[in-house]
């Protein structure tokens, strides 16, 4: 998937992508290949090119610290500029206006793959812009009553918080283990405390999905709706 793929054919992958993780996570079964093949036929690519192009979807996902769909593993190389319509398009469906940030992450990595880096000047002054954001409307009751149950310890690798905050008590987040911007509601059958490693990685982790796993196997209020 690089530049030459249309607006079309890239919207109506990240259409047929969303509905097969909703499908996934209401539990039906999915067959990708006829997705794929559907795709191929509309627009005379291969199925084969789809699937790659699904894995890039994956990949932007990634970066973005959203979950991806089972077995269409993140791909390794993304066009930054692809990356940054596919993020577009996923706001989109979600009604969001997009801030992208993927292009960025895409930089960074490519640049760091370079031997022997010059070192950069940077800027003294950096520019901003301002942003639009959307914010869930959160229960207090909910982290709260998360954190208590936790008591000081990761609910993931069950070490104690690795340090405290300024309000002397352990530090944890609250972590949704099917995230609101996907659907995820604000309660303690979908949420856990969370160390900052461990969050971070089951954000951003190639074993995410395994990490979400082990949480709904072993955390007894988590429901997987
Ligand atoms: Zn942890
Ligand atoms: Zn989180």
Known sequence: MNDDWNNKELKASVEAYVEMQRNERAGQLIVKKQYYNKLAQRFGRSEKAFERGMQNISYVLSLMGRSWLTGVRPAKNVDADVADQIERLLAKLEGQKAVTRTAFGIAVREEA????????????????????????????????????QAAGICECCEKPAPFNGADGLPYLELHYVRQLTEGGPDAVSNAVALCPNCHREIHYGLNAQALSAWLYDNIARLIRD
């Open 113 to 148: 793959r370079q031997k022997n880096l010059s070192k950069p000047n940077g800027n003294p002054s950096p520019k901003f812009r301002r942003v639009m954001i959307t914010q869930f409307q959160r229960e207090a009751a909910v982290e709260a009553w998360v954190l208590q």
